[in-house]
């Protein structure tokens, strides 16, 4: 064979083998949905705190999103300080593409709800 044939089928190869990943990347099983978020009297305030991480992880993200992709969490962990003021933890979240590692923070509310204190990536 002379080599401007082997060229065209080694480069024939690559496509072929190139195209069939790309397929089979973008047929990756999509993971569960996060369970919806419910705030029940049952559920401590930590409890509460985790629903709504989970819940709203997308809109907490300073990083959004890629390729069409939708964030979950793999991991999360919480605390409160000692008089139950803050709840705070760490929480660990993809994409499909993407990973990411968070650490935030919640006030508790004397009414027994929660507000935002900060939420960075680390």
Same mark, same amino acid.
């Given at each position: 064979?002379? #080599?401007r044939?082997?060229?065209?089928?080694?480069?024939?190869? !690559?496509?072929?083998?190139?195209?069939?990943?790309?397929?089979? !990347?973008?047929?990756?099983?999509?993971?569960?949905?996060?369970?919806?978020?419910?705030? %029940?009297?049952?559920?401590?305030?930590?409890?509460?705190?985790?629903?709504?991480? &989970?819940? *709203?992880?997308?809109?907490? /993200?300073?990083?959004?999103?890629?390729?069409?992709?939708?964030?979950?969490?793999?991991? &999360?962990? %919480?605390? $409160?300080?000692?008089?139950? @003021?803050?709840?705070?933890?760490?929480?660990?979240?993809?994409?499909? *593409?993407?990973?990411? /590692? #968070?650490?935030? #923070?919640?006030?508790?509310?004397p009414? $027994?709800?929660? /507000?935002? $204190? /900060?939420? @960075? &990536?680390?």
């Amino acid at each position: 064979m002379n #080599a401007r044939l082997k060229k065209f089928i080694l480069l024939l190869l !690559l496509l072929i083998v190139s195209g069939g990943l790309f397929f089979y !990347l973008r047929s990756a099983p999509v993971p569960p949905p996060n369970p919806p978020i419910t705030n %029940t009297p049952q559920l401590n305030m930590e409890e509460a705190v985790k629903n709504y991480v &989970i819940g *709203h992880i997308s809109e907490l /993200s300073p990083q959004k999103e890629v390729l069409g992709g939708k964030f979950y969490v793999t991991k &999360i962990t %919480t605390k $409160k300080f000692l008089d139950g @003021s803050i709840i705070y933890g760490d929480v660990s979240y993809e994409d499909g *593409h993407n990973g990411y /590692s #968070a650490t935030f #923070a919640f006030n508790v509310l004397p009414d $027994k709800t929660f /507000s935002l $204190k /900060s939420f @960075s &990536i680390k």
